[in-house]
Nanobody
Framework: QVQLVESGGGLVQAGDSLRLSCAASGRTFNMYGMGWFRQAPGKEREFVAAMSWGGTIIYYADSVKGRFTISRDNAKNTVYLQMNSLKPEDTAVYYC?????????????????WGQGTQVTVSS
C-alpha cells in the first residue's frame, strides 16, 4: 500500500504560480511511476503530467506543456508539480497518483494509488 497526500493548492490570480507537493508513505516510493491528474467541475478527470521512477521519462498534457514542470525527490518520497503562468482553465482539483512499476502512463486506470486531491482555483 502507498498513501499519497497532496498539498499546496489555493486561490491565485491568472499569471501566478503554485507548487503542488505529493508526499508518499508506505512501500518503496522510488520504484513507482508517478502522475498528476486534475478534475474540473462538471468534467472528467484528465491527465496533467507524469514522471518515471528514474525521472528519465516525462509526459505532459499539451494544455500544460511549457508552463508546468513535474519533479520528484525520491529521498523525500515526494513528487512536485510546479505550475507557472496559471490560467482560469487550470482551475480543478489536482490529484497525485502512483503506479507500482517504474514506467508511467497517461491513463488514470493504470494508477493504483490516489491522493485525496488539492483544490487549485485561478481567478481571471
Amino acid at each position: 500500500q502507498v498513501q499519497l497526500v497532496e498539498s499546496g493548492g489555493g486561490l491565485v490570480q491568472a499569471g501566478d504560480s503554485l507548487r503542488l507537493s505529493c508526499a508518499a508513505s508506505g512501500r518503496t516510493f522510488n520504484m513507482y511511476g508517478m502522475g498528476w491528474f486534475r478534475q474540473a467541475p462538471g468534467k472528467e478527470r484528465e491527465f496533467v503530467a507524469a514522471m518515471s521512477w528514474g525521472g528519465t521519462i516525462i509526459y505532459y498534457a499539451d494544455s500544460v506543456k511549457g508552463r508546468f514542470t513535474i519533479s520528484r525527490d525520491n529521498a523525500k518520497n515526494t513528487v512536485y508539480l510546479q505550475m507557472n503562468s496559471l490560467k482560469p482553465e487550470d482551475t480543478a482539483v489536482y490529484y497525485c497518483a502512483a503506479r507500482p512499476v517504474v514506467t508511467i502512463s497517461r491513463s488514470e486506470d493504470q494508477y493504483a494509488y490516489w491522493g485525496q486531491g488539492t483544490q487549485v482555483t485561478v481567478s481571471s
